[in-house]
């Protein structure tokens, strides 16, 4: 089962958009939640937790939630 971590708007702020390898981003913006939150993948954490954008958030302190359990907000 995939787990995602649920960060606020100013986490994804600080965090932002990045270019980790060639071709391949990080946009925490992706998936908006309906309660305003924003996903992390977990898969994703683990292969960016040494990045200074990523480290700057404690992830431990951040809820951890099931695919399954995902609420995105759509888009109009």
């Not at 390898?21 to 996903?39: C, K, N, R, S």
């Amino acid at each position: 089962m995939e787990n995602f971590y649920k960060i606020t708007k100013n986490q994804a702020d600080l965090i932002g958009r990045f270019e980790y390898a060639p071709h391949q981003m990080l946009d925490p913006f992706v998936g908006e939640q309906e309660d305003g939150t924003y996903l992390i993948s977990e898969k994703m954490y683990e292969l960016l937790k040494n990045r200074d954008e990523i480290k700057q958030i404690d992830f431990s302190k951040c809820e951890l939630i099931e695919k399954t359990k995902l609420k995105t907000k759509e888009k109009l």
